[in-house]
């Protein structure tokens, strides 16, 4: 991370401020995001999460978005709309929501328009170099297991989008905020209990969500690639044992195409680096009930 001023550094009124003003522009790594809402939850949640993160003070510098969370009346409650770039691509959400909104309102802007990765949705951790990639469907216990890992040493790329250089094959890294959802909220709060949560929103289409600040070592090497070693499509099954089993390269190959958001535009090349991401990993589907037997087998991967 580079020494300028993290978002930590301003007051309560000075965010309020520049929220509700011209904006405020955050380093979230690789990107630079311009962040505008009046909205309370929205500063409530960025004082929370991203406090450590760099702020941009250049007023001309480049910003790869600008998002704002709008407030707005509908016929029975407040509610807010994702602003992006002045385009308003979503149904309006229950103004609660407001910062979950700017949480999935950049997960679609770096699917939808960051086409200088291969972009797959899937949780990434790394160790001494060498990553595993987690590809798996909502209610699979990824991003529970990819928070718990986090706080057992391994550094988090990010909890729901693996971003594959299409030249080299490394996985750029971006350590956002980690989505949970329903118990494992409470779960992780009992585990975790010097973790860092953002506001709770409650009766959401994914049920209630809250996100879990990043470890201060994924933050600060937020400029380190790591190269995909392992593939692993995690399935929590409440009282399973802990099992594994070998996936054969073509299935994977049709699995990780079929969770990435952008493997049509980059064709033919972006078919050969899959299958050479593929040749080069472990695959594996593990099914598992406890974090702690989960733990121990991701340690046994390094060693």
């Known amino acids: 991370m580079s020494d300028a001023p993290s978002l930590s550094s301003l007051t309560e009124s000075e965010l309020s401020s520049r929220l509700n003003g011209a904006g405020l522009v955050v380093s979230i790594p690789p990107f630079k995001i311009q962040i505008k809402s009046p909205i ?14 760099g702020l941009v003070n250049e007023p001309d510098s480049f910003r790869d978005f600008h998002l704002g969370l709008v407030p707005r009346m509908g016929w029975r409650r407040p509610l807010c709309e994702l602003d992006v770039d002045g385009m308003r691509p979503f149904t309006p959400l229950a103004r609660g929501e407001a910062f979950a909104l700017f949480e999935w309102g950049l997960n679609w802007c770096i699917t939808s328009h960051c086409h200088n990765w291969l972009t797959i949705h ?22 529970t297991l990819c928070a718990w890992l986090m706080h057992q ?5 990010s909890d729901e989008l693996a971003l594959v250089d299409p030249q080299s094959g490394l996985l750029t890294a971006c350590p956002r905020p980690i989505s949970l959802k329903n118990n494992s909220i409470q779960l992780m709060k009992g585990l975790l209990p010097k973790a860092v949560f953002g506001p709770i929103a409650h009766d959401t289409s994914k049920g209630t969500v809250a996100h879990m600040g990043v470890s201060d070592t994924s933050l600060q090497r937020a400029s380190e690639s790591a190269l995909p070693r392992w593939i692993v499509f995690p399935q929590y099954t409440p009282g399973a044992p802990l099992s594994v089993h070998q996936i054969e390269h073509p ?7 079929s ?12 078919f050969e680096r899959l299958a050479a991401m593929i040749d080069n990993c472990d695959v594996v589907q593990l099914t598992y009930s406890r974090l702690d037997e989960a733990t121990a087998w991701f340690d046994g991967l390094s060693g």
């Not at 309370?40 to 004082?47: D, W």
């Not at 040493?153 to 790329?157: H, S």
């Open 40 to 53: 309370p939850v929205v500063a409530e949640g960025l004082r929370a999460l991203y406090g450590a993160y």
């Open 153 to 157: 040493g391994w550094r988090l790329l």
């Open 251 to 257: 299935q994977a190959l049709v699995e990780l195409a």
């Open 259 to 270: 969770n990435s958001f952008n493997y049509h535009v980059h064709g033919r090349s972006g």
């Open 122 to 143: 899937a949780a990434v951790v790394e160790r001494n170099g060498l990553a595993v990639i987690m590809p798996a469907p909502p209610g699979s216990g990824k991003s």
